[in-house]
């Protein structure tokens, strides 16, 4: 039967292994938000009234708020890597202490996130919040920069490797793709993480940068995490 073939089809199978991952369903919110952040600009700038605004912005704000709600604890995740990263003796310096600063940067991002939700939600506001919430953006400025330094320095060794790869014999073709696909892996990050961070340099003050670009930005980077997480779900 017709629905028998759509809900035991594999493409289902993988959307309900995906859902089911919370980071699944934060990539999926965070595009929806950020979306809503540029669109909301598009339409102030072109003068719409503001009924027709007022439900991309609701989205925007409450889309934010369940975000930063599921990452409430996902800090102990971050200082977890973070040693795990700075015990890794074997690993490239350069690398390494690019790993910790990133881990650290996201752990304390995350901590003092989860310590202004409860103003964000109006529980209990605090007279602070604001202020911790910049320090939480510096935070993630400074993650976002330690990784954005780990994928140039990781290109810069692929192209070094690359040099060295002798590819009239079999092992070196098999060496190449391999190469190639890590190139490729290191580039979409890079895009992701410059996507990124356009929203603590906008909040920071660091760039002089509108909702319309934020948005695309965040945008973009959502999307490559909704097919890298859409990826890591798949199965033969």
Same mark, same amino acid.
């Given at each position: ?5 759509l809900i035991?089809h ?10 089911a ?10 595009? /929806? %938000?950020?979306?809503?952040?540029f ?7 072109t $003068?719409?009234? +503001?009924? @027709? ?17 599921l ?7 971050h200082?977890k ?8 003796k ?5 690398v ?7 881990q ?9 996130d ?7 939600a ?7 919040a604001?202020? /911790? %919430?910049q320090e939480?953006?510096?935070?993630w400025?400074a993650?976002?920069?330690? $990784?954005v330094? +780990?994928? @140039?320095?990781?290109l ?23 190469l ?14 410059l996507?990124d ?6 909040a920071?003050g660091?760039?002089?940068?509108d909702?319309?670009?934020?948005g ?5 980077s959502?999307?490559?995490?909704v ?9 033969d």
């Amino acid at each position: 039967m017709v629905v028998d073939a759509l809900i035991y089809h594999p493409t289902v199978s993988h959307y309900l292994r995906f859902v089911a991952t919370t980071v699944g369903r934060d990539k999926l919110l965070r595009t /929806l %938000q950020y979306f809503s952040r540029f669109y909301a600009w598009y339409l102030f700038r072109t $003068n719409t009234p +503001a009924r @027709l605004v007022a439900p991309f912005e609701a989205i925007k704000k409450h889309f934010g708020l369940t975000r930063k709600c599921l990452r409430i604890g996902k800090n102990v995740e971050h200082f977890k890597a973070a040693a795990v990263a700075a015990d890794g003796k074997g690993a490239d310096a350069v690398v390494r202490y690019c790993a910790v600063g990133r881990q650290l940067g996201y752990a304390g991002y995350l901590t003092l996130d989860t310590v202004t939700y409860l103003d964000a939600a109006g529980i209990r506001p605090m007279a602070s919040a604001k202020r /911790l %919430q910049q320090e939480a953006y510096r935070f993630w400025f400074a993650g976002l920069s330690f $990784n954005v330094v +780990a994928g @140039l320095y990781t290109l810069w060794q692929i192209r070094q490797k690359e040099a060295g790869v002798d590819k009239s014999n079999g092992e070196g073709v098999v060496e190449s793709k391999k190469l190639v696909r890590e190139r490729n892996t290191t580039n979409l990050q890079l895009i992701s993480d410059l996507c990124d961070i356009t929203v603590p340099s906008a909040a920071l003050g660091y760039a002089n940068l509108d909702d319309g670009i934020v948005g695309l930005a965040g945008t973009v980077s959502s999307l490559i995490g909704v097919w890298a997480t859409w990826k890591k779900t798949a199965r033969d």
